[in-house]
Structures are given as C-alpha cells and as structure tokens.
C-alpha cells in the first residue's frame, strides 16, 4: 500500500503526459504514413496552438479561446501543407524535408517576433487545474482528462479510417498514391483532411499539456514535439496504435525515472530508447516491413 | 457508318528527355467496341495507358472522351528545343487533367503489375473504387448521415463480387487472393467506378489458355451488361484475335498498322515486327 501511494502520483503523472504526447504523435505518424514525410513543423505547430491561446485568453472568454485554438490551429496546419509541401508534391522527397525543417524555423522566429523572446504566461482553466485525489493520491483534474480524452478520440480516429469513406480513401492513398488517384480518389482532399486531423489533435494536446506549466516560449515545441516523435518512431511510424502505446510507454517510463530521483537522465532515457529501438527493430513494436515496390 | 466515338487520341507524343516512349499516336474507340492494342515489349502500350488516365501529361496531342478534351498539350519549355515528334505546333492548348478527374469522367483501368491495395480487403478495394459516385461528403460520411447510400454501395459491390466469382472471398485480405482471382479484382474495382471505357493491360497475362479463354469470355460479357468500350493491350494472340473488332499495333512507339483480327494477321508489318525479317 505504501509503495502504491509512493508511486501512484507518478504514475498518473506519466498517463497524463503520455496522453498528450500520443496527441502529437498521431500527426507524425498520418502524415508519415500519407506522404512518407517526417512533418518537423509539427511540434512547433503545437506550440503555436498554446501561444493562440494566451492571446485569445486576453480578451475572450475562455470556452471560445479554446474553440478559436482549435479552430486557427487547423487552418494554420492546412494551410502549411498547402504552402510549403503541396507545391514540392512530385519533388524528391528530400526537398519536402527540408521544407518541414524550414516551416519548423519560420513558425519558431515568428514566435520569437510575437513574443519578443518573453515567457508568455498561460492562460488558468480553473476546471482542468482543479485538485482531486484518486486512491489516496492528491493530483489535478488534467492528469485524470488526459488519458479519458486521448482514448476516446484515438477511438473515434480509428473508427474513422477502419468505417467511413474518406478513411478507406486514406488507407488506399497511404497505399499507392497513383491507383488511389485512378480509382477517383482526389489525393488533395485526402491529404488536407489527414492534416486536419493531425493540427486539430496537436491543439487539443496543447491545451493539455500547457496547463501544466505556466509559461510558453517559442521553443516549447521542440522538446514535446522530440519526443511524440521518438514515440511515433518507437511504436512503428505510420501506425496510429504504435504511436499511442509508444507516448504512454515514453510518458509513464519518464516519470517513474523522475521519482527514482533520476529526473536529469529522463530526457536521456527517450532518446536512449530511440537508439535501441532503431538498432534492435527498426520498423518499430507496430510497424510493417516496407518492401519497395519493384 | 455512324458510330458514336467514345475515346479519341489524336498525334498523342510522349517524350522522356531524349527518348520517345509513343510516337504520333492516333486511335479511336466507338462505342460497344473491343479495341486491342498489341506491339512487341516497350513499344509504348503502357506508356499510352498512362497518357490516357492522366498519369502523364502527353508532350504533344490531344485526348478526348466523349469530345470533351481530356489532356492536351504541345512542347514547352526545354521541350521546345529538344522536341523529336511530328506535328510540332498543331495543337496549341495545355488542358491536363488529374487522373482522378479523369477517372470521374468515366475511364478505367487496370494494371500488368497487378496493383490491388494492400492490407484492405476484397470488398474495400471496390468499395473504395466506388466512393467517388456518391454523394455525402467528408464529413457526412464521417458522421454516418448516409446509411441508406452506404448500405446501396454495398450491395452494389457484392453485386459485382458476385459476377466475378469472389462473394466467398469478401472479407479475405485482396492481397491473399490466388493470382487469377486477383487479376479479376482488379477488373471488378475498376467497374466499381462506373466507366464507359474500360483499359485493361494485360489481363490475361500469367494465365493459361483455359483461363485466358474464359476472361476472353468475360470481357465480353462484361460489355454487355455494362454497355462499356474496352481498350485492351494483351499478348496472348488467341485472346486479342479471339474478341478484338478492331486492333492497333505498335512498335517503337509508333502506329505500324490497325485493323480487323483478320487484316492484321496477315499483315506483314506486324510479323516483321514480331518476328524479325529473313536475311
């Protein structure tokens, strides 16, 4: 029972950080699995998502700041897509690449014009922040939210690519791009709706996860956005199940490193977990042998 | 004669830098037709599938379905200089369709390298095939306000599975399917997408003669119930004699000669390009 109420904070903490980085994950892992691209703006997106939110926060009310970070937070990302990837579409996919890494630095520098390089202070939900206790250990309604939310939506994403129309045209475009297009799919519209899906899952992951911390800066991003990565690569990158069992493997192992007293190795852990799984499985725990087509 | 012309590719050039993969290339296909299209191996036949579907803007020529301008095109850029077709400046328009507008407006396909979708199965490769007819959009398909259309497709889609002996198969991932059985998947996905030209490439390709007789016959019926032009590219020569009203041939890219089964088999530029010449 002691041990339970030792680690239990810890524990908890780790499903809720993991929830948040399986938010992220999963738009690394639909774009890769779509275009075959690594989308390094990604992370920065998300945090573009958090600064929205501190200046909506100041003159809206707080229910429609968070509509508006939804909503902003999925145009922008169609709209990255639409700017910088659309146009290199039959490029090498080199090119596309390291147009992500440039989206990447463009949204970061705009964040440090806008900010003028200042930790910007995060906008309280009174609701996610209120104290409860569970078994016996104290911790905050976002950390109980986090996991229930990240479940139910990774369940009605997978209902949404196992049953509906435009998740079988995604299956078939991840597929082969070319017969996809011969059979009347419009490839476009698939891709615009998986980074719909992926912005509009990184907003909601910003919500959460901010609300742990008080500040923002425009290099927030980096390290979340790291590590869904690391999580999308551990759990086999273009499978969305990898990805949300590879966030809370990172999420929970993090933090059972920090009540070991180990929080500076916690980092070095993620990406130490990165080397061996690239050296031991490469493909990842879900991913598929990618066998080139001849 | 008075025949209603469904395809109609005129002075089509497709050219890769240096090589010329068609050259000049004009065919027809009325409709009710079986067109077979032969040539020796890289004589351009795939090359002028993919002109057609949209894969590749032609450099030079012009596509029409139903006489409606589906791909034109003439040489630009660096092209220009390097361009080695004929009819350099007759056409002058630049309309390139995508291939899945191309595809909604009514042609079809299949593959030589059978290109089914992996990982989903027999009855979502045509359901797949079959989504662009309908109605509901993104999100009211997401949101289920469709069912009784979704439910129509569906049986649709058995339908077709019926005709083509794999109902038993449905749930069966497409890519475990006995080669022949995939072969006719691939038929029946590019039916699901309501054409009325149907490019089949090689379909008969690894089978044996039985089996290539009775796709001979399949191709027919299929005509029939479907009231569809097929434009097919084949070697076995039973299959294309067997069914063709008319055939084109290739080689080098260019038209050597067309005609009934008849004509072209007595031919003698064809089987100097199928056989070589006596010394």
């Known amino acids: 029972m002691e041990l339970v109420v030792k680690w239990l904070p810890y524990i908890l903490a780790g499903i809720s950080v993991g929830g948040q980085f399986a938010l992220i994950a999963i738009g690394y892992t639909m774009v890769y699995g779509i275009l075959r691209l690594i989308n390094f703006a990604h992370g920065d997106m998300f945090m573009i998502a958090g600064l929205i939110m501190v200046y909506m926060a100041t003159a809206l009310p707080l229910w429609m700041s968070v509509i508006l970070v939804l909503i902003i937070t999925v145009v922008l990302g169609c709209t990255i897509e639409r700017v910088a990837y659309r146009p290199l579409r039959q490029a090498p996919r080199m090119s596309i690449m390291i147009s992500a890494i440039g989206v990447s630095y463009f949204l970061q520098n705009m964040a440090l014009y806008v900010t003028g390089g200042l930790t910007r202070t995060y906008p309280t939900i009174e609701w996610l922040q209120k104290n409860i206790t569970i078994m016996g250990a104290s911790t905050k309604m976002v950390t109980l939210i986090t996991p229930v939310l990240t479940i139910v939506l990774v369940i009605a994403l997978v209902l949404l690519i196992k049953r509906t129309k435009i998740g079988m045209a995604m299956r078939a475009v991840s597929r082969d791009f070319e017969t996809s297009a011969l059979m009347g799919i419009d490839i476009n519209k698939v891709i615009t709706v998986t980074f719909i899906i992926g912005s509009f899952l990184a907003a909601v992951g910003s919500i959460l996860y901010f609300s742990n911390y008080t500040g923002i800066m425009p290099t927030s991003g980096s390290m979340p956005g790291l590590k869904a990565f690391v999580a999308a690569v551990f759990g086999g990158i273009g499978s969305i199940p990898g990805a949300v069992v590879g966030a809370f493997v990172i999420g929970i192992c993090e933090n059972i490193i920090k009540g070991l007293g180990l929080t500076t190795f916690s980092d070095a852990f993620t990406f130490v977990l990165l080397i061996v799984i690239l050296m031991v499985k490469p493909t990842g725990l879900f991913g598929e042998k990618n066998i080139d087509k001849v | ?279």
Not at chain 2, 152 to 169: I, P, Q, S, T, V
Request: overall charge negative; aromatic content about 6%; proline content about 4%.
């Open chain 2, 1 to 279: 004669m008075n025949k209603e012309n469904v395809l109609r590719v005129s002075d089509i050039t497709m050219q890769f830098g240096g090589v010329v993969a068609v050259n000049n290339l004009s065919l027809e296909v009325n409709k009710g037709e079986i067109i077979g299209l032969i040539g020796p191996n890289g004589a351009g036949k795939t090359t002028a599938f993919n002109v057609i579907t949209g894969v590749y803007a032609p450099t030079n020529g012009m596509v029409e379905l139903n006489g409606s301008v589906i791909a034109e095109n003439h040489p630009q850029g660096k092209m220009k200089a390097q361009y080695k077709g004929e009819n350099a400046g007759k056409y002058t328009g630049k309309t390139v369709l995508t291939p899945d507008k191309i595809t909604k407006k009514g042609i079809a396909r299949t593959f030589q390298n059978i290109r089914l979708f992996k990982g989903m199965t027999v009855l979502e490769n045509v359901l797949v095939a079959m989504h662009m007819n309908m109605k509901a959009g993104v999100f009211g398909s997401a949101l289920r306000f469709n069912a009784a259309e979704e439910a129509k497709m569906r049986e649709e889609a058995m339908d077709l599975l019926r005709m083509f002996g794999l109902e038993g198969n449905k749930d069966d991932l497409a890519t475990s399917l006995p080669y022949g059985k995939q072969r006719h998947l691939e038929i029946a996905r590019a039916l699901a997408t309501k054409p009325q030209l149907l490019l089949l490439d090689e379909p008969a390709a690894g089978m044996n003669p039985q089996e290539s007789d009775e796709l001979m016959h399949l191709v027919g019926k299929i005509r029939e119930q479907f009231d569809l032009s097929v434009l097919m590219i084949e070697h076995h020569m039973q299959v294309i004699m067997g069914i063709c009203d008319r055939i084109y041939v290739l080689d080098y890219g260019a038209l050597i000669a067309e005609g009934n089964p008849e004509e072209i088999q007595n031919n003698p530029r064809v089987i100097e390009a199928y056989l070589g010449v006596d010394d």
